[in-house]
């Protein structure tokens, strides 16, 4: 069983920047392929980015050039690093843990999920 935290959210001006950290403990954390998705209000869970080991990347058209998604083996982590945000990236940031690397934008593709972290971008 894998457990996933997210940290990092919080509130920031347009064009601004946060880091998201999500650390993972209770596998083998360089065998799994993560994720980040978002849910806005009222809208349902999208994906935002995604990467293998040993470093294919993938993102969301949306975010492509101002999101970059990092995973550091030795520390159990992934990071999601958010630049130029804009109100529309407004959302609970979640992390996901998937076994096999195939159909990473898609929800179902994912094991494990983190609790997720708010973040907000005003305008």
């Known amino acids: 069983q894998v457990q996933l935290v997210e940290f990092g959210g919080g509130l920031v001006q347009a064009g601004g920047s946060l880091r998201l950290s999500c650390a993972a403990s209770?596998?083998?954390?360089?065998?799994?392929?993560m994720g980040w998705f978002r849910q806005a209000p009222g809208k349902e869970r999208e994906f935002v980015a995604a990467?293998?080991?040993?470093?294919?990347?993938y993102y969301a058209d949306s975010v492509k050039g101002r999101f970059t998604i990092s995973r550091d083996n030795a520390k159990n982590t992934v990071y999601l690093q958010m630049n130029s945000l804009k109100p529309g990236d407004t959302a609970v940031y979640y992390c996901?843990?998937?076994?096999?690397?195939?159909?990473?934008?898609?929800?179902?593709?994912?094991?494990?999920w983190g609790q997720g972290t708010q973040v907000t971008v005003s305008s």
């Open positions: 209770g596998g083998t954390f360089s065998t799994y392929a």
């Open positions: 990467i293998r080991w040993p470093g294919n990347t």
């Open positions: 996901a843990a998937a076994k096999t690397g195939m159909g990473l934008a898609a929800l179902t593709s994912y094991d494990y």
